[in-house]
């Protein structure tokens, strides 16, 4: 199943429910009394339940409502960098152990929303990402049985702003609004394989990534081990999972993002995440 977040067409009432290849179905308002939000459905490992909605008829169509971040606030964000072979070559990375930042939930946006290039930044960067959402309570996993705690993936736009990434990553990761995440969630049970996934970043219909989840140094079962191993994580909880190589920042010339700019991540078995780039001062002028 496709699952999204969303606001329900022209209104402000927020919902969530199942993507078809017809239109959208509610099950926010099929389940208001129990769950409010996808989020709140997986904390009581309730995920089943939308399975028994998969042939209902659509309530609205895709183009009429509008995305929310799949998860909106989840309780952790675990960001992994310097993941894939090419990315490390052009950092010049040679730790061999994960390296961990964090985002936190005011960075997110949804598909089809804006990216906020900060004002005092010449550096924006993009970064295509692999997004895993924890499906149940995860404690000292072993990687063997690792994505058996995976409600689903999606996709993710882990911008940077380079001027302010030094030696913590944290600081260039952290603006509001440069997450972008969606469209929506698959659930695990159509991804047999993580690392089986074509990954690619277009900026202005020009690729500018490309390459597979194959070839991430440490993949998604070593990473929920590695992170449960001192962090329980819990349903809803988000692991971005690194980005490949091409970055702008690398590139001779060196090639950012700018007001106007529109950027994708498309991830096969998953689908495209858009989003345009605006100016910070247009923004809050909004």
Not at 112 to 132: C, Q, R, T
Not at 168 to 178: I, L, Y
Not at 251 to 256: K, M, N, Q
Request: glycine share 8%.
């Amino acid at each position: 199943m496709k699952l999204a977040s969303f606001y329900r067409p022209q209104s402000d009432q927020k919902s969530y429910g199942i993507v078809t290849e017809h239109g959208v179905i509610d099950a926010g308002k099929r389940f208001s009394d129990q769950y409010l939000t996808l989020q709140s459905l997986l904390n009581d490992n309730a995920l089943d339940k939308l399975y028994q909605l998969a042939g209902s008829p659509v309530d609205y169509l895709i183009e009429d409502i509008v995305f929310l971040p799949v998860i909106e606030t989840p309780g952790k964000i675990f960001c992994v960098g310097m993941n894939y072979s090419d990315k490390r070559k052009e950092f010049e990375e040679n730790n061999n152990a994960p390296t961990l930042f964090i985002r936190f939930p005011d960075t997110f946006s949804a598909h089809k929303d804006n990216l906020i290039k900060p004002a005092s930044s010449d550096e924006f960067d993009y970064e295509g990402e692999l997004a895993v959402v924890i499906g149940r309570y995860a404690s000292e996993v072993k990687k063997e049985h690792a994505l058996d705690y995976i409600a689903g993936y999606s996709c993710f736009m882990d911008a940077t702003v380079r001027d302010m990434q030094h030696t913590w990553f944290t600081a260039g990761k952290n603006w509001r609004q440069t997450g972008g995440f969606g469209p929506w969630l698959v659930t695990s049970d159509e991804i047999s394989d993580p690392q089986a996934l074509p990954i690619e970043t277009f900026l202005n219909g020009m690729r500018v990534q490309n390459d597979t989840t194959g070839n991430m140094i440490h993949s998604v079962a070593d990473i929920i081990e590695y992170i449960s191993r001192f962090s329980p994580l819990s349903p809803g909880d988000v692991i971005i999972t690194g980005s490949p190589g091409g970055v702008g920042k690398k590139r001779t010339p060196p090639l950012f993002m700018k007001s106007g700019d529109v950027i994708e991540v498309k991830i096969g078995g998953i689908g495209t995440l858009t989003n345009q780039i605006v100016a910070q001062a247009v923004a809050q002028a909004v």
